[in-house]
């Protein structure tokens, strides 16, 4: 059951431009919203989190938004640089539920 | 501080054969992960320790794969025997308490079943 999903397998940005990653969630109950970044032969590793109580929440060049009528989250970079080039997960939890993860996005920033 | 860290980082073994895979937490995290990661696909959790007791193994093929962290420090999941749909990266993450907090990863094993 695919209760997460990033619908977008790649993403391609130039450098210093924004990149906006999506994820979109069915179950109501998910109140815990996380990316996580993977390179290569690495684990995920934690980026930025959002509880459901808010619906922003910043990080340096990393801004996460969540709308829960949508149910729906995004992740903005800005400026992208090649270094974040990398897959995201979006995972979510909350509940009774464990942390449920995306099939990522493969985010490539191009000099 | 040290991350969480696996062993071995790569593993190739024939089907029907056993293998095991070691994790060590952060120090101090009570609740330890174990998820499994096919090409393409996000991480889906086998199994979760609070301290030395499972919380959740409702994803876990008990039939094959098996987990334990005896001392509610390290821990070791096997698969036996290995099926060829178990090549995947199998991943450990601790945190310092279940549910809601930042779930840290170790660098994964990467197994290939021929």
């Known amino acids: 059951d695919q209760q997460v999903k990033q619908n977008s397998p790649s993403l391609s940005v130039q450098e210093g431009r924004i990149s906006i990653l999506n994820c979109d969630y069915t179950?109501?109950?998910?109140?815990?919203f996380l990316w996580y970044k993977k390179y290569p032969a690495e684990g995920p590793t934690f980026l930025i989190s959002?509880?459901?109580?808010?619906d922003k929440n910043e990080d340096g060049r990393f801004t996460v938004f969540l709308n829960k009528s949508a149910k729906h989250l995004s992740l903005h970079i800005v400026p992208s640089q090649p270094g974040d080039s990398a897959v995201y997960f979006c995972?979510?939890?909350?509940?009774?539920?464990?942390?449920?993860f995306g099939a990522g996005t493969r985010l490539t920033v191009k000099p | 501080e040290a991350g969480v860290a696996q062993s071995p980082r790569y593993k190739i073994i024939e089907k029907r054969q056993s293998v095991a895979f070691w994790c060590n937490p952060i120090?101090?995290?009570?609740?330890l992960y174990w998820y499994q990661q096919i090409l393409g696909q996000g991480p889906k959790l086998l199994i979760q320790?609070?301290?030395?007791?499972?919380?959740?193994d409702s994803q876990l093929p008990k039939d094959r794969f098996s987990a334990e962290r005896l001392k509610g420090v390290d821990s070791t999941l096997k698969i036996q025997p290995a099926k060829l749909e178990d090549s995947a990266v199998y991943l450990c993450?601790?945190?310092?308490?279940?549910?809601?907090?930042?779930?840290?990863f170790g660098p994964g094993t990467r197994l290939t079943v021929l």
């Open positions: 959002i509880s459901s109580i808010k």
């Open positions: 320790f609070q301290n030395n007791g499972v919380v959740d």
């Open positions: 995972a979510a939890s909350g509940g009774d539920n464990d942390m449920r």
């Open positions: 993450a601790s945190s310092l308490h279940p549910s809601t907090d930042t779930q840290y």
């Open positions: 179950n109501s109950m998910f109140d815990y």
């Open positions: 120090s101090g995290h009570a609740t």
